[in-house]
């Protein structure tokens, strides 16, 4: 029995010695370090990071305002037992001897206090309070300027103006509204002429209208009375006979040496059969700047083309008033 034992435990040493041997040599076979395809690695456990408690900040106490009587002067005691400061305390040489104060009422202010002063014999001045009416201030109104008054004040100096109106046969047909229109604008310019200006009145029709013999000067009489004229300027006028012509007109109103020629007419001359623009530099010289106004006709009509022509050769304006207004 003791052999059969033996045997055993020596078979099953030599077992375990051979299973050792080749867990040995598989160990050796397979360990990372000799594997060059594989990763060596290192795991460290991060620690947290320490959170510092920060205490919450105590809200700032409002400081109260202290008031104190203007009246009593801030005093500072020097006392020797108070050293030197950037504040201002000054120490003394020598200790300064405690006295008490005069009085018992700690609440009474030391120092200096306020004085009353009465002047007796003074004259009393009496208070008036003026009492003024509101008034209301006036806006100043812009009076509205038309093309002719704008005209008339580019120009320098004083003027010598000239208002031609043409009552001739072909302006016969011409709706009253109309002729209106262009009487209300030359009577609204008379009131914007300036006193060293001058003005006078031409209508012409089967004879020839002067208003004044002379220019007129500007006042307030003269532009009221000459408004009233120009309002009534149809009734001045004789239809019968030969109608005079508006280049011909020119011609006489050229002897007065006008500086501005304000001319109301269809354009149509009655002398000469059609307009010929041939005639318009002749009969413009001497006639200063012809402001020609025309209503009742479109550009390209040969009357406002004549009077075009006028305006441009004497360096005026044409001012078909109907355009886009009237109807």
């Not at 305002?65 to 005691?77: A, C, G, N």
């Not at 001739?168 to 509204?177: A, F």
Request: hydrophobic share 35%; aromatic share 6%; proline share 6%.
């Amino acid at each position: 029995m003791r052999s059969k034992s033996s045997k055993a435990l020596l078979v099953s040493v030599l077992l375990h010695l051979g299973v050792g041997v080749l867990g040995l040599f598989y160990w050796f076979g397979t360990n990372p370090q000799r594997d060059t395809a594989s990763i060596n690695a290192i795991f460290i456990t991060e620690e947290k990071p320490k959170v510092r408690r920060i205490p919450r900040r105590k809200r700032v106490q409002a400081t109260q305002k202290r008031t104190r009587d203007v009246s009593q002067p801030r005093l500072k005691i020097l006392t020797s037992n108070q050293p030197a400061s950037t504040r201002g305390v000054v120490s003394a040489a020598e200790p300064a001897p405690f006295q008490p104060f005069d009085t018992d009422n700690l609440g009474e202010p030391v120092g200096p206090t306020t004085t009353n002063v009465e002047f007796d014999n003074i004259p009393q001045v009496e208070r008036k309070v003026i009492d003024r009416p509101f008034r209301k201030q006036k806006k100043t109104e812009t009076r509205h300027k038309s093309r002719l008054v704008k005209f008339i004040e580019a120009q320098e100096g004083p003027q010598r103006i000239v208002y031609c109106v043409d009552l001739s046969t072909s302006m016969q047909n011409l709706p009253p509204r109309k002729l209106k229109r262009i009487i209300d604008l030359m009577r609204d310019s008379l009131t914007f002429l300036e006193r060293h200006d001058s003005f006078n009145i031409v209508a012409f029709s089967a004879e020839l209208i002067v208003y004044q013999e002379d220019f007129v000067p500007v006042t307030e009489q003269t532009v009221a009375s000459s408004s009233n004229y120009l309002a009534d300027i149809q009734s001045q006028i004789h239809t019968d006979g030969t109608d005079h012509d508006m280049l011909t007109t020119l011609t006489e109103i050229s002897k007065t040496s006008p500086t501005i020629v304000v001319l109301f007419s269809d354009g149509i001359p009655t002398s000469i059969e059609g307009p010929d623009l041939t005639l318009v530099g002749e009969h413009a010289a001497g006639n200063g700047r012809i402001f020609a106004m025309g209503t009742g006709m479109a550009p390209n009509f040969p009357g406002a083309v004549m009077l075009k022509r006028l305006a441009t050769v004497s360096e005026g304006d044409l001012w078909l008033v109907d355009r886009a207004r009237i109807r």
